[in-house]
């Protein structure tokens, strides 16, 4: 009967929109992620491919995880200590062992704002220099930006970047007797790493890949890092892929739906802004690109997508 009088009081679709949104608030959120497996002992958890919000704490993004015998190594921490907390639910369904490392494949926000949750209950996290770099330089104004999203749901998120950091390029470590190869892709966020098991031929690859949606193009991302970073991962014939975003796949879709735009972005549009040609006519041209108008967000972001990755090869 309230609710009833209220929506005629707001008397608009919208102001419903809004008391829903904040009911999930209020009841602690419905999104539950759950963990699928993609070989022994290795696991992906898939984040929903829309935007982050209230009711899925911000985990808009995939995640993983590998048990091993002394622990749990965690691929990413999500975005606040609920988000965390959620993840952590999400592997004990599999393990009773603890969380014994997070590492971090990148420096955005739902990758590590909850590492602090983690390090509390003794976890080591582990990123490149440059990914913890990044993180400690864009802490506060990603806190600032996720309270928009998550409001009341960020309470008691407190940033720590990754307190072991790896130098070089590349980096290999042994955690809990798996061998892990970590490099830089540098594409959708500076820092950006991926993280291979060798032996399990399983790619963590964070931001690079996306499947099912159109990857997005932001003013700090490189088309021509996305480029070489995809050839890069595919020269190590992957078996299965977990990546940044959407479900696991194999790298015949990986290669269809990110490095084949990526070619698109660095080929067609690339060329055309070094050869001067007017951008307008350019992304007009390639407004309809058939092979990926399929993807979630392929028409809100194609465009924006050219736009950017013109801009940036008419600079190089
Ligand atoms: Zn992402």
Redesign the pocket.
Known sequence: MFRQTLSILLGAFMALTALAAHADAALGAKYHPHAEKVINNVYAIVGPLGQRSAENDGLN?NYGFIVTREGVILIDSGPSRLGAQKLEAAVRKVTEQPVRWVINTGS?D?RWLGNDYFAAQGAEVVAMQRTAATQAEDATQQMQGLERFLGARLAGTKPLPATKTLAGDHATLTLGGIKLELAYTDT?YPGDARVWLPKQRVMFSG?LVYVDRLLAVLPWSSVKNGQKAFKALAALKPMRIVP??GRVCDLAQAQRETGDYYDFLAEKVGTAAREMEPMDATLDRYADVPAFRHLKNYSDLHRANMNRAFTQFESQ
């Open positions: 993004a955005q739902h959708h931001d940044g975003h």
